[in-house]
């Protein structure tokens, strides 16, 4: 989704007794918990800001399959990473617009601000916006009256609604003297003057459906930039059941401002750091955040991923609270925020950077976390003695932290299964006496996306990520032809209406960009994210299709394209596009076996080629795959330790006699897929 907004779940009107908050795709939006939290999930909160605990770490033991790096002197191992090609280019709005010839309305160049209104802004004058439909994909307009105005804000509210101008002043002193300055003070603020050319954000209250509230970057362009823009630095609340003055509004306006000033710091930053950002941001400005329950009881959650569908998105949410947080306490504190909302690196990649000041890496952290999730909790009035400083690394020290669901295993057990990467399995070994040998062996490889390259060993993937603009461009010479055709084989899973790939050509040197047409594209654009002919949703879908890959539903689908129009030209440049906003990203695109074969051009895609990539990798569609593995054992005298398995096979001594109990945290760490990982498990008692 190009919006970052806060979802809605079943639960919300529950939840409205206690507290809650989340939104859209050039929207961020807002949603909220679902009911069921497992037993023995628990995480109780007191935060105002996270206290600083410095935790240095460092790394272990590469034994294939489990890839653990090689011993250092110092006890705490680190899984391997493996490395990460350079980040595709960020999207940029305005660059797009340029290059696709967009102008505007009266054929003046485009601008990138506009001069400020003289006729803004007084109490009682009205204006009409843009809403985003969240389940319709759609965008419709509201009439609103600003009904009040503080030192950094105007507020608003559709006139269907009876808000009232009390409602909004009340609502505007919390804002200015509660939520804004920690936030500001933390993370950073919203751009000022901004695109209208006034500093104040607009905060505008209309009903929503399918969120709680949402911010879209697409509103901080011009008009002739995005054609569905309100040309204002602004964030959209719920206005009809989310009422101003009651703590879940609160959390969420914290959450979505944090979003707008997010923006303004990277605009290319993944969701779910963003989205970890204004959990932590609410919790800065005093307000409580709401899915680390939903986290607790459903852990296995990819850290680094952000599902399409709305209501799978809950324990996404709480798991990349929870990290973010962990990160602030043990690496820097709340003050160091915005440190990490400025680095220019997204995801996992800015994460490690942030991180080479203190010592360890984002493998290190990621498995300290992992226990930290199991163990913080179950320590709380446990008298550790000397173990308390060994073991302050998995704590959070304004929070409670319980785990749920863990599995029990008391005597033998074998299993093959697969798991997310970046999530966490416990394996609780409760054996009454004995020992228990550990047999563990996962796949050395997994794939990079869902599919096979359709022929040969290598095909062009446009990589993945949020705010992503990758490219794969070359020249081509048609001088010798009077029609010629571009056919090309593609596999894509892309966000439906909200992400786009194109074939493009230049003529101009790559200047401006004209899309092509062709079997698969489509010009419907209810969003306002198509540049021309674009290439989105599945494919395949509906069809039988000559599928090659191992998805479970798109399909390898041969595209033709017209080039006559260019045909006689002696040079032209030729690309493919992928673009990508803010909320959410897939699969994406691949590409194999190019032909033009009226000039007798083909590309099977197993070299380089003459091919300009930026962004666009050839893979061949296999990553090394790596675990942590890492035992908590529960001695009888009341000791609790940690330590990570150094070896595929290793046995755990002394149950009933030395041991309580041990746990086994299984972590698939290979962070660069969205593909599970596979392995098998074997416990022998002895």
Avoid at 338 to 355: C, F, K, Q
């Amino acid at each position: 989704m190009s919006r970052l907004a806060l979802m809605l779940a079943g639960a919300m009107v529950a939840l409205l007794l206690t507290a809650c908050e989340r939104g859209p795709a050039e929207v961020a939006a807002t949603p909220t918990p679902a009911t069921g939290i497992a037993v023995g999930a628990t995480s109780t909160a007191t935060i105002a800001v996270p206290t600083a605990l410095p935790t240095p770490l460092p790394p272990a033991t590469s034994i294939p399959p489990l890839a653990i790096s090689p011993t250092p002197a110092a006890p705490s191992p680190s899984p391997l990473v493996s490395p990460t090609p350079p980040e595709p280019p960020v999207r940029d709005l305005f660059a797009l617009a340029q290059r696709y010839r967009m102008v505007d309305a009266d054929g003046a160049p485009l601008t990138r601000t506009l001069p400020p209104d003289p006729n803004c802004c007084e109490v009682g004058h009205t204006r009409e916006f843009f809403v985003t439909d969240l389940i319709d994909r759609r965008f419709y307009t509201v009439e609103a009256r600003l009904l009040a105005i503080s030192e950094n804000a105007y507020w608003y509210a559709d006139v269907e609604t009876e808000l009232t101008e009390q409602q909004l002043e009340r609502t505007a002193a919390v804002f200015e003297q509660d939520i804004r300055p920690p936030i500001v003070d933390a993370i950073g603020d919203i751009w000022k003057p901004g695109v209208d050319g006034d500093p104040h954000l607009v905060v505008l209250h209309t009903p929503l459906r399918a969120a709680a509230g949402y911010f879209s970057s697409s509103d901080s362009y011009p008009r002739s930039t995005h054609p569905r823009s309100n040309q204002s630095e602004m964030i959209v609340m719920d206005g009809s059941w989310l009422l101003p003055g009651v703590e879940p509004y609160f959390s969420v306006l914290a959450h979505e401002f944090q979003h707008a000033a997010h923006w303004n710091l990277d605009l290319g930053e993944d969701v779910w750091i963003n989205e970890g950002f204004s959990e932590v941001a609410t919790q800065t400005a005093g307000f409580q955040a709401s899915f680390v329950d939903i986290f607790m009881a459903r852990p296995e959650a990819q850290l680094n991923y952000w599902p399409d569908e709305p209501r799978d998105t809950l324990p996404h949410y709480g798991g990349a609270t929870l990290f973010i947080e962990y990160l602030m306490v043990h690496y820097g504190g709340a003050a160091k925020l915005g440190e990490l909302a400025r680095e220019p690196l997204d995801g996992v990649n800015g994460v490690e950077r942030y991180l080479s000041q203190y010592g360890p890496n984002f493998a290190d952290v990621f498995a300290d976390w992992t226990v930290a999730n199991y163990l913080d909790g179950r320590l709380d009035g446990m008298a550790l003695g000397d173990d308390a400083k060994s073991l302050a690394k998995y704590r959070y020290p304004d929070r409670s932290v319980q785990l749920g669901g863990a599995r029990r295993v008391s005597g033998d057990y074998d299993i093959s299964t697969t798991q997310p990467q970046l999530t966490a399995r416990y394996f609780e070994l409760r054996l009454t006496s004995g020992d228990a040998q550990v047999d563990f062996s996962g796949d050395a490889t997994v794939a990079q996306v869902a599919a096979k390259c359709r022929s040969g060993r290598y095909c062009w993937w446009g990589n993945n990520g949020d705010s992503i603009d990758s490219t794969l461009t070359r020249e081509l010479d048609l001088s010798g032809v009077d029609a010629a055709t571009l056919e090309f084989w593609m596999w894509h899973d892309i966000e439906e209406d909200w992400d786009y790939a194109y074939a493009s050509v230049s003529t101009d040197g790559g200047d401006t960009w004209t899309t092509l047409d062709g079997e698969h594209t489509t010009r419907h654009d209810p969003l306002g994210a198509n540049y021309g002919a674009g290439i989105t949703g599945i494919s395949g879908k509906g069809g039988s299709g000559d599928s090659a890959n191992t998805s479970e539903s798109a399909e390898w689908v041969q595209e033709r394209m017209d080039l006559s129009r260019y045909a006689g030209m002696d040079s032209m440049l030729l690309r493919f596009e992928y673009i990508t906003d803010e909320g959410v990203n897939l699969g994406g695109i691949l590409l194999d076996d190019i032909v033009i074969p009226e000039i007798g051009f083909t590309d099977d895609v197993e070299s380089d080629g003459d091919w300009q990539a930026h962004g666009f990798r050839r893979i061949d569609n296999s990553l090394p795959q790596t675990f942590a593995l890492q035992i908590i054992e529960f001695a009888t005298d009341g000791s609790v330790s940690v330590r990570h398995a150094r070896r595929n096979s290793f046995t755990i001594e002394g149950f009933g006699s030395l041991l309580n109990y041990a746990v086994l945290v299984v972590a698939p760490t290979t962070h660069q897929t969205y593909q599970p990982a596979s392995y098998s498990l074997r416990v022998t008692a002895k």
